[in-house]
């Protein structure tokens, strides 16, 4: 008999998994300025109680999930910053660490008259190589990298991670069928984790490279290591679309969706552009809960509050 993933309490006791939203534009929020090629992962060293605090007010919101500040935080990034190599794999696995305390926090403020409440989950971020470039290659695809320079980038962050208290790992904003295929042979040399794989799309149909996401989604029907398969940071509306072909490339595995405002980023600006997506969060979670999403959330620039809507019209 296979070993129940982490997710399986939430799915078989609620029917969804709702995630946190977005971590970097809630810390921009709060004035922090994160215009350096570690993005997020600079208030590791800096401010990480400022991070601990994006944590639990997502878990305050109703979120059953939170992600760690790890999606920009590679070994090579803190060295190219002029960490060095102990402090680097010390600041990531700091990342799970603050997640772990937020959860804690949590957990001690929950009253006797709370309803009873799953223990909330740790996701340990793994972002795409491109993140790594700082100039929004991770909305692209087109690396031109060999299989080994991405596992060069990812094997030091991913054995930090997968060896951390986290209860599973978020691969997300995937943009490159190559990279995915590095990722999953990760995850397998690590047989005794679980990981949902996310996506970052260009459409309706395909991820960012141009390829059909159900083509990516296949990859991982077999591999029972793979409790999840989805879109992350991509426009709204596009995930209907989206779950579909998510859906009918692995239709065994639950899907993860946890889209972005609908806002464009520019990378070479580094900053968000346009305006949000007029979307009501609270009935596309339902219409995405109805198509068979299944981990529910949000991304860049949905904070808090579209996590409590969601969770009002999911629960």
């Not at 992962?41 to 639990?56: D, K, M, N």
């Not at 910053?81 to 102990?86: P, Q, R």
């Not at 403020?109 to 996701?123: F, G, M, N, V, Y």
Request: glycine share 8%.
């Amino acid at each position: 008999m296979p070993t129940p993933s982490p997710i399986d309490a939430y799915l078989e006791k609620q029917g969804v998994l709702l995630l946190d939203g977005g971590l970097a534009t809630e810390l921009e929020k709060e004035g922090f300025v994160l215009d350096t090629a570690l993005w997020s992962a600079h208030l590791l060293s800096t401010h990480p109680e400022a991070i601990r605090a994006v944590h639990l007010a997502y878990l305050d919101a109703g979120a059953d999930c939170i992600t760690t500040a790890s999606y920009q935080a590679s070994v090579g990034g803190f060295l190219a910053e002029g960490f060095s190599e102990k402090e680097a794999r010390s600041l990531i696995r700091k990342a799970v660490t603050l997640a772990d305390e937020a959860r804690e926090a949590f957990l001690a403020q929950s009253t006797l008259k709370d309803a009873p409440h799953l223990r909330p989950l740790i996701a340990a971020s793994i972002g795409p190589y491109g993140a790594s470039l700082a100039n929004g290659a991770e909305y692209r695809g087109n690396y031109g990298v060999s299989n080994q320079t991405l596992r060069a980038f990812h094997e030091p962050r991913w054995e930090i991670l997968a060896a951390s208290p986290a209860d599973l790992l978020a691969c997300e904003t995937i943009p490159s069928y190559q990279e995915a295929e590095v990722l999953l042979a990760l995850l397998r040399q690590t047989p005794d984790r679980f990981a949902w794989m996310s996506f970052s799309c260009r459409d309706g149909t395909h991820i960012s490279d141009g390829t059909p996401i159900a083509e990516c989604a296949a990859l991982f029907e077999t591999c029972e290591q793979v409790v999840a398969v989805g879109i992350n940071c991509t426009a709204p509306h596009h995930i209907s679309s989206l779950i579909d072909q998510v859906r009918a490339g692995a239709p065994g595995k639950p899907v993860v969706v946890y889209p972005n405002s609908g806002e464009a980023y520019d990378g070479t600006m580094r900053t968000w552009v346009g305006t949000s997506d007029p979307l009501d969060c609270s009935r596309a979670a339902g219409e995405w809960f109805r198509q068979g999403a299944r981990l529910i959330g949000g991304c860049c620039r949905m904070g808090p509050q579209h996590i409590n809507a969601m969770r009002a019209a999911l629960l």
